[in-house]
Every structure is written in structure tokens, then in C-alpha cells.
């Protein structure tokens, strides 16, 4: 079951409508950090925009076809075994997280981004065991939890909360865009 469950999500390769909403916020060529890549379809679209995507999973097999490409650094690392962050030092214009969770990294994620980088974040919250999976609390965001990890070093440009049935999963989903020490953003 969990092997199918991972199968159909990998076969997703459509972007989330999230990501590709608030995807222009990123400067051009800006550089892009896709954490938990599964097959790479978030990275794959800044690919096609010219920029440098590293990609990071434990997973890095749906990625095979990226390794000769000249802008793609694919990162193989369980994010969540204890070992120490992969990219210590690295800073990105862009990080793009979409269905996955481990709050250890929240300051992670928010220290590897660059003045005037941008976070979209999107994944399952409270409510969504009524749907379909994850339903491991551990695994759910609390209601704001985005808003409360990033309010104080982000500035939220986009913020949802809800049953979101316009995207990859349908689900009980939170939605967030911020960017880090942004003066003014042009919302398009």
C-alpha cells in the first residue's frame, strides 16, 4: 500500500497551482531550493526558467534524468535521521516545499534563504484525515502553524488555510508565500 501511495505520488508531474501562482516572485535565474523533490516537478519548471535547482530528497532515483543537467544538483539526504543539515551555508532566492513536513527544519528552510527570497510553502493540516493521507498528527500543520513559524522573519505575501481541491491531492491544506527582508513586492 505504502509503496503505490509513493508510486502515484511520484507520477504527479504537473506543478502545484500554488507554486506556479506565486512562482514570478522569484527573480529571474534566481537560484531554487526544492526540499523533498520526489520526482522533481516544482524544480523541473525553475529548470525551464534557466535557473540552478538543487534538489533534495532521500529519494533521489525519479531524479536520474537531471544528473547530467548543467543547473541541477540533486542532493541525496534523509532530511530527518539526525544527521547534520546538507546545505549548511548554502542560501537560495527560492525554497520550495510542497506536501511534506518535518518542523525540525523550519529554521533550516528559513536561514537558507537570501535577502529578498522567497518561501512557497504548501502541505496537509488538521483536518485532512478525513480525506486521505497523511493523518499522523506529526505529520499535519496546527491551524497558522506557517504564519506562526515565519511571522517573525518573513513577510507573508499569501497565506490560505482550507479544503483545497484545485491541487496534486485534494485535501486539508495550508498555503504560504513569504519572502525574507523584502522592502516592496510586486504581487502579479
Not at 543539515?85 to 528552510?109: H, M, Q, S
Not at 534563504?113 to 496537509?124: A, C, H, K
Not at 497558522?144 to 479544503?163: R, S
Request: aromatic share 6%; with cysteine; net charge negative.
Amino acid at each position: 500500500m505504502c509503496c503505490e501511495r509513493t508510486l502515484k505520488h511520484l507520477r504527479i508531474s504537473d506543478p502545484s497551482p500554488w507554486v506556479t501562482r506565486w512562482s514570478s516572485l522569484i527573480k529571474p535565474g534566481g537560484s531554487v531550493l526544492d526540499i523533498a523533490a520526489g520526482s522533481g516537478r516544482h524544480g523541473r519548471l525553475f529548470l525551464q526558467r534557466l535557473s540552478p535547482v538543487t534538489f533534495v530528497d532521500k529519494n533521489v532515483e525519479p531524479l536520474n534524468d537531471l544528473v547530467d543537467h548543467s543547473q541541477a544538483t540533486i542532493l541525496c539526504a534523509d532530511l530527518e535521521d539526525g544527521s547534520p543539515w546538507p546545505l549548511e551555508g548554502k542560501t537560495f532566492d527560492a525554497v520550495i516545499v510542497v506536501n511534506y513536513l518535518f518542523r525540525p527544519l523550519f529554521p533550516k528552510i528559513l536561514d537558507s534563504l537570501n535577502p529578498g527570497g522567497v518561501l512557497i510553502y504548501e502541505t496537509f493540516a488538521e483536518g485532512n484525515e478525513a480525506y486521505c493521507r497523511p493523518r499522523n498528527p506529526d505529520h499535519l500543520l496546527k491551524c497558522n502553524e506557517l504564519l506562526d513559524k515565519t511571522n517573525t522573519q518573513l513577510q507573508t505575501i499569501a497565506f490560505e488555510q482550507g479544503l483545497v481541491t484545485n491541487a496534486d491531492i485534494t485535501g486539508v491544506k495550508q498555503r504560504l508565500t513569504a519572502v525574507k527582508e523584502a522592502n516592496l513586492i510586486e504581487i502579479k
